[in-house]
Every structure is written in C-alpha cells, then in structure tokens.
C-alpha cells in the first residue's frame, strides 16, 4: 500500500437527476457515480472507495429538499463522516425561473453546511440544455460563472458543463444526450471521468503540498 495515499475514501453524490443518472424519461438510471468508482479504484488501487449517492429527481435548490437531505448526510454516523462531498444543483431551479444570483446564493447555503461537515467539496457546474436561446445560455453561463468562481479552503469546482458541452452535430447529440436535459449512459460516463480526474488532481495536489 502507498503510504502517501488514504487508506479509504468516503464519498457523497449529492443532487437532482443529473446525479441520478435518470434517461429513458425515468425508466432506467446510470448515476456518473459508477464510471467514478471505476476510475478512482483504477487511479488509487490500494484506496478502499465507498461511494454514496443522494439523488432526487426535478429536486431544487430553492423551495426543494436540498437542505433537509444534505443536513443528516453531514452528521457523524458509524460508518463516518465523508471525506468529499460532490455537489450539483441549480439547473432546476433556473427551469423554474429563479434567477442565476439568487441560486449562487443559496448554492454557498449548501457548500457551507458540507464544508462545516470537515469534508471537502466537489461543485460541479451546470449541464447544458436543448434551449440554445442568448436568454437561456446567459442564465446558465451566468450562474456557472458564480460557481467557478466562489474561493474557499477545501473547496473546489469540476466544470463538468465545459467537458460536455451541447454538440453541434446531430450525431454527437444523439450518442451522448437521451434528451434535452439527461445524458445517455455514455454522457454519464464522461462526467464520471471528468470528475474522477479532478478527485484525484486535488488529492495528489494536495500530498504534494505536505512533503
């Protein structure tokens, strides 16, 4: 075993149906969760992963269950407490028509409760959709901006909207996006190894920094 790395990795995915995995309009799911312990186990083999996900479909920021589902997650339990928590919110929220500076507001609501936790924090940016109106586009940007751009110990951003962004090609389209809002399990895949690598980006950073 190397000693440089964590004997174990506890690990929350936390957010609506992106973080489900949801396609085929609900009738099936392939959370990014399992490409993420695929690459993780492969990249830290002698790490034990432990991977927990808390995914409630159309769920928002604002007015949703956010907050009543993250607090108990964040208590100490037997099995203890998580060493990262990966956040995604606010693409439902902008649906719903809140606007991009409220829901950064209450996005930092939600970074705090799981940094006070003692974990570290993952946000991840939000995907994209179908609309490819300027108001819609400059809502997204907007708020994707805000989550970038927050500094914080411990804090840290997988801008997972850059990594799969809406495909111009009607092929692409239809290989990694199941609608105008859900992946395929491919797109889930790639946000898995878009994250995975992040994960393991700040953890050997982090090591780096010790010696």
């Given at each position: 075993m190397d000693p440089s790395l964590p004997p174990s990795l506890r690990i929350l995915c936390f957010g609506a149906s992106i973080t489900a995995g949801l396609y085929r309009f609900g009738l099936a799911h392939h959370p990014y969760a399992?490409?993420?312990?695929?690459?993780l186990k492969h990249g830290l083999?002698?790490?034990?992963?432990?991977?927990?996900?808390?995914?409630?479909?159309?769920?928002?920021v604002?007015?949703?269950?956010?907050?009543?589902?993250?607090?108990?997650?964040?208590?100490?339990?037997?099995?203890?407490?998580?060493?990262?928590?990966?956040?995604?919110?606010?693409?439902?929220?902008?649906?719903?028509?809140?606007t991009p500076e409220k829901i950064y507001?209450?996005?930092?609501?939600?970074?705090?409760?799981?940094?006070?936790?003692?974990?570290?924090?993952?946000?991840?940016?939000?995907?994209?959709?179908?609309?490819?109106?300027?108001?819609?586009?400059a809502r997204y940007e907007a708020l994707n901006r805000m989550i970038m751009g927050y500094r914080e110990d411990r804090f840290h951003v997988a801008d997972v909207c850059s990594a799969l962004p809406w495909p111009l090609e009607e092929?692409?389209?239809?290989?990694?996006?199941?609608?105008?809002?859900?992946?395929?399990t491919v797109g889930y895949d790639m946000m898995g190894d878009v994250i995975a690598a992040k994960l393991i980006e700040q953890m050997q950073?982090?090591?780096?920094?010790k010696i």
């Open positions: 399992i490409r993420l312990e695929a690459r083999p002698s790490t034990k992963i432990d991977i927990d996900i808390d995914a409630v479909s159309g769920d928002r604002i007015g949703g269950t956010y907050f009543d589902r993250l607090r108990p997650r964040c208590s100490k339990t037997e099995r203890g407490a998580y060493d990262w928590i990966i956040i995604q919110g606010g693409g439902n929220d902008l649906c719903f028509g809140q507001e209450e996005l930092r609501k939600v970074w705090r409760i799981a940094l006070d936790s003692g974990a570290r924090v993952m946000a991840l940016t939000v995907t994209e959709t179908s609309d490819r109106s300027a108001r819609t586009r092929i692409e389209q239809r290989r990694i996006w199941d609608d105008g809002l859900h992946f395929k950073g982090s090591l780096l920094s």
